[in-house]
């Protein structure tokens, strides 16, 4: 079943099933189709996120397990809400041992455990390499309770080898505890990029799929499940075949895939899903609101970097280093090691298909033509997932850090080298996207919330101002690294107001992923400190001229979140709303972003907007409104959410409207609204609207009176009240 809409909740310690259940007549009332949940499966103990599964075979015990499971269903399905759940097909966690029991089974019994192939082991390297050791000596290994023990890490000792002194007992096992270090470079088990916590599993194996599919597929036959949110296909060997077997055992579910689409690429038509999770979306509406005038004075600023070389170095320091032990892993099939390290970073998207019949974005060269030669063969899915691997973790998760010129572009899925989108790009792209595609405007996996991307995105119309004030702020109280500060800036006046506590643990993070002055596993403490007392030190000394400018760019930035939330909700898809967006949300990359969100405050904002239109102010209210109007009219009118057609205004600001109409409705909405104001407003640009029309963002209160527009009519007037309007045909 394809829901109208879905709305984006973090599971853990303070969301459970229960509380879920607590909250769903408030989703529903907001206008929701489905409740969109993180992971729901049993996973590590203490895990905040989920993604760290360690029995697919039962609902969380931290969530309330089944009976709280049970009753959540029980809930949604009286209010009519589907359940969509994010399920993780690559990897298990295996952080504690203990608590996942196949894979105890698999250091307790090795090669010979019943759970040997379910994992991506290299059996043939030896013994499991299990990288817990904070160095090279096992000093201090302990035997306690039959098990092999270090510090609070516990480990599983084989039948008939127990004896001896602890280090004598652990050269007898199926397992060696090694040094952190030596994972990134001798791992003998696939894991998820290079988290060595997270091992991968065979789902290419019908057994391995059946076995860690059973529940999730027992949910949706009962229809408790309604959809699934696939995380990471792409680590996959064979994600077209994977997702033909789930289509096969799940033919009614509604299933997105997490692909991360280059700006060019599309989505391999042979997969049975009905789309992505929406960060193509996202790179096409954020982009609208993105001034390309702005471009040169922005890359002056950011010293004009080289993003392609940028890229392409990251890549291979990736492959060299980080994901060595899976470079070496594929030399062990026949080809050279350095061949390898070359070869990787020249793909210009996460991966190829060669086994679904795509290959051109596969580099040429003898990997290639080997690959072409065996597009089953698992030197073709090696290759394919470590290039996977290495741009997640080369572009992505680095130079996304490192690449500061205009950070609102700074995206999974953006290319931060094309300074915003093209209006007929974004129409042409849309009218082609598929209608049961997830959008999404924000994730749990977004560096920046869409509010902050589009407070930033003022910006691009202000580039000489915002310049001055960057190298002024710099003289002033400045990073010692130049990328750093850059980011530093833009996430101040984007996040703004923010505390030091919560501006320090994201330079923290950001400084060490970039790997410039620091990172997290070559620190450096003398600029570890710096970054850690700037934002004190900023706040008290700038604090005053910060918000002077952040009131400057506060105004235009929420004419362009509500923009670009209204153009999400009603262009073609299926639109997510992330927890607690629909009020204005400032929040940046994880954790940062799973917060807990103020559930009481939207429901008592959304019970005062029922009787009057709100301001757009602080409050958020607006874009509450906005939200809560267009999913409920996406809930009750599907129909008028069918088909695309490009909306043009005429006059002197026409470039200022994006909009489109679908099948008797019409979104329209402001974009550069610096500019607009510049140029001295919208004045008598019109729109031409074949019949009449209601604005039903202002439609049904006491004192509407602009809410009929009919023919030619001014663009001022249909945007007296908000920068956007959702028109629905008189008689519809």
């Given at each position: 079943?394809?829901?109208s809409?879905?709305?984006r ?24 189709g ?15 996120h ?22 959540l269903v ?16 690559n990897?298990m ?19 010979q ?23 090279d ?8 309770d ?14 008939g ?22 994972g990134?470079t ?53 994600p077209g075949?994977?997702l ?17 689409l280059?700006?060019?690429e ?11 999770t ?8 954020c ?11 922005f ?47 020249r ?6 298909y060669?086994?679904?019949?795509i ?39 680095t ?43 924000s ?47 833009q ?11 919560r ?28 970054v ?19 009131h400057?760019?506060?105004g ?14 009603a262009m ?11 009020l ?28 009057a ?18 999913l ?24 200022h ?22 140029s ?6 019109t ?14 209160y ?13 663009v ?17």
């Amino acid at each position: 079943m394809i829901p109208s809409a879905t709305y984006r909740l973090q599971l853990g310690p303070a969301m459970t099933f229960d509380q879920v259940a607590e909250i769903a007549d408030y989703l529903a009332a907001l206008g929701v189709g489905a409740v969109y949940a993180s992971p729901v499966l049993a996973a590590t103990p203490g895990s905040t996120h989920g993604y760290d599964v360690v029995d697919p075979t039962i609902a969380s015990p931290a969530l309330g397990g089944e009976d709280a499971r049970m009753r959540l269903v029980g809930e949604l399905q009286e209010l009519e809400l589907g359940l969509v759940i994010d399920i993780v097909p690559n990897h298990m966690g295996i952080a504690d041992p203990s608590a996942n029991p196949w894979w105890w089974d698999v250091l307790a019994n090795g090669r010979q455990s019943r759970y040997a192939k379910y994992f991506d082991i290299d059996w043939d390297t030896g013994p499991v390499l299990v990288p817990v050791l904070g160095s090279d000596a096992l000093d201090d290994l302990s035997l306690v309770d039959g098990e092999l023990r270090y510090h609070e890490h516990r480990f599983p000792i084989a039948d008939g080898t127990s004896g001896g002194s602890p280090q004598q007992v652990h050269e007898r096992q199926h397992y060696r505890l090694v040094n952190w270090r030596r994972g990134n470079t001798e791992l003998n088990y696939r894991r998820f990029f290079d988290i060595t916590t997270l091992a991968a599993v065979r789902v290419e194996d019908p057994e391995v799929f059946e076995a860690t599919h059973s529940a999730v597929l027992r949910w949706i036959s009962h229809l408790e499940v309604t959809g699934l949110r696939i995380d990471h296909p792409d680590g996959l060997a064979n994600p077209g075949e994977y997702l033909r077997r789930l289509r096969a055992a799940a033919p009614s579910a509604w299933i997105v895939a997490e692909k991360i689409l280059g700006a060019d690429e599309t989505l391999p038509s042979t997969w049975p899903v009905h789309g992505t999770t929406g960060y193509d979306a996202l790179r096409l509406v954020c982009g609208l609101f993105i001034d390309p005038a702005g471009e040169p004075v922005f890359s002056e600023l950011a010293g004009n970097q080289d993003l392609h070389a940028m890229e392409a170095d990251r890549k291979r320091w990736v492959a060299e280093h980080l994901l060595r032990a899976e470079v070496r892993r594929i030399s062990r099939l026949g080809v050279p090691e350095q061949a390898v390290i070359d070869f990787l970073p020249r793909f210009g998207v996460y991966r190829s298909y060669v086994a679904d019949g795509i290959a051109e974005n596969l580099p040429t060269g003898e990997i290639g033509e080997r690959m072409l030669a065996d597009p089953s063969g698992e030197l073709t899915s090696r290759v394919e997932q470590t290039a996977a691997m290495v741009m997640a973790k080369g572009v992505e998760d680095t130079t996304f850090y490192r690449y500061n010129r205009f950070t609102a572009l700074n995206e999974v899925g953006s290319d931060p080298g094309r300074f915003g989108v093209p209006v007929a790009e974004f129409h042409a792209k849309t009218a082609a996207a598929a209608d049961a595609s997830m959008t999404a405007l924000s994730t749990h996996d977004t560096k920046r919330s869409e509010d902050v991307r589009a407070r930033l995105a003022v910006l691009s119309e202000l580039p000489g101002e915002f310049a001055e004030r960057v190298r002024r702020w710099t003289a002033k109280a400045g990073l010692s690294e130049p990328t750093l500060n850059l980011l530093a800036w833009q996430t101040i006046v984007g996040a703004w107001p923010i505390s030091a506590d919560r501006l320090a643990a994201y330079l923290e993070k950001a400084s060490r992923e970039a790997k410039i002055a620091t990172s997290w596993t070559e620190r450096n403490d003398e600029f570890d400190a710096e970054v850690a007392a700037w934002p004190d030190r900023v706040l008290a000394e700038l604090g005053g001229e910060i918000e002077e400018f952040v009131h400057r760019v506060r105004g235009p930035g929420w004419s362009n979140s509500l923009g670009q939330k209204l153009l999400q909700l009603a262009m073609p898809g299926v639109p997510d709303v992330y927890q607690g967006t629909e009020l204005w949300d400032y929040s940046l990359v994880d954790p940062d972003n799973r917060r807990p969100v103020d559930f009481e405050l939207r429901r008592e904002i959304l019970a005062e907007i029922e009787d009057a239109p709100p301001p757009i102010d602080e409050s958020g209210a607006a874009k509450l409104h906005v939200v809560s109007r267009t999913l409920r009219l996406r809930w009750e009118r599907p129909d008028l959410f069918t088909g695309y057609t490009p909306i043009e205004a005429s006059g002197p600001a026409a470039e200022h409207l994006v909009g489109f109409a679908r099948n008797g409705l019409i979104a329209v909405a402001t974009r550069l609204p610096v500019g607009l104001e510049r140029s001295g407003g919208w004045r008598d640009t019109t729109l031409t609207l074949p019949g009449t029309w209601t604005d039903i963002l202002v439609s049904g209160y006491p004192d509407s009176n602009t809410d009929q527009h009919s023919r030619e009519v001014l663009v001022g007037e249909v945007l007296s009240r908000y920068p956007v309007a959702l028109l629905v045909r008189s008689g519809e």
